[in-house]
């Protein structure tokens, strides 16, 4: 038994780690196969993910170096802004769902879903980038 458990786990080693190798040599520009856009999707989405997630933080420095000189009864931008955030990110998720769901059942489902992901944290990052601007950078 012990040599079973020892041969499954070596097994699964060894192709997720194929796996990866594979993935490093997918042309995200064309990918073949929905095990490939589903890897390229998802890392557009980390991708995309981490564009919105640096243009919130220069944001939050700069409205957090705002209230650092406005009177009192001026002062949260940063807590705004938080509470703002966090209600995209529950609007997105909530929003991606609704519009995947006629397909949830299929792999156009996951797709839709993703897709819907990637586009709306794209233009996210684009309104955070764009306040920054309008701040005066």
């Known amino acids: ?49 981490a564009t919105m997630e640096a243009a919130y933080e220069t944001l939050k420095a700069k409205v957090v170096a705002m209230d650092d000189v406005l009177p009192e009864h001026l002062k949260g931008s940063p807590a705004a802004l938080e509470e703002a955030q966090a209600a995209w990110l529950t609007f997105r998720e909530k929003d991606c769902r609704a519009y995947s769901f006629p397909f949830k059942a299929g792999t156009r489902g996951n797709d839709l879903y ?11 990052a684009d309104d955070l980038a764009a306040t920054l601007e309008d701040y005066g950078n």
């Open 1 to 49: 038994m012990r040599y079973l458990i020892s041969a499954i786990f070596a097994t699964s080693v060894f192709l997720a780690a194929s796996g990866l190798r594979a993935q490093e040599n997918v042309d995200c520009g064309y990918p073949l196969n929905n095990n490939e856009r589903t890897y390229c999707a998802e890392k557009a989405l980390k991708d995309a993910n």
């Open 114 to 124: 993703r897709n819907c992901m990637i586009v709306m944290t794209m233009h996210r």
